[in-house]
Nanobody
Framework: QVVLVESGGGTVQPGGSLRLSCAAS????????MRWYRQTPGKERAEIAQ????????WYTESVKGRFTISRDNSKNMVWLQMDRLKPEDTGVYYCYTYWVQDEFWGRGTQVTVAS
């Protein structure tokens, strides 16, 4: 059974930092691409970062480039999202995600609020 558990969310002031964690279990972690999605109020869930199975290739949506960093440790079945220089528009629920063939797996999400 695939399980993804996010943690590390919270409330932070603009310009601050947070580090989100995703603990994965129930599958061969080192063969799966991992992603972070964000759902902001009133909008659909959108992909913001991806890391390949080796950890060598990453992708970011334009709005977070240069501020967010995705990383993983295959020995620990963990993926992280380091978020720096946070802005109010980064507020939302952040989800960890993976897929295999046609199956998709989501965590329950962690809330991030950026406010003064």
């Amino acid at each position: 059974q695939v399980v993804l558990v996010e943690s590390g969310g919270g409330t932070v002031q603009p310009g601050g930092s947070l580090r989100l964690s995703c603990a994965a279990s129930g599958f061969r972690f080192d063969t799966h691409i991992m992603r972070w999605y964000r759902q902001t109020p009133g909008k659909e869930r959108a992909e913001i970062a991806q890391i390949d199975d080796s950890g060598l290739a990453t992708w970011y949506t334009e709005s977070v480039k240069g501020r967010f960093t995705i990383s993983r440790d295959n020995s620990k079945n963990m993926v992280w999202l380091q978020m720096d220089r946070l802005k109010p528009e980064d507020t939302g629920v952040y989800y960890c995600y993976t897929y295999w063939v046609q199956d998709e797996f989501w965590g329950r999400g962690t809330q991030v609020t950026v406010a003064s």
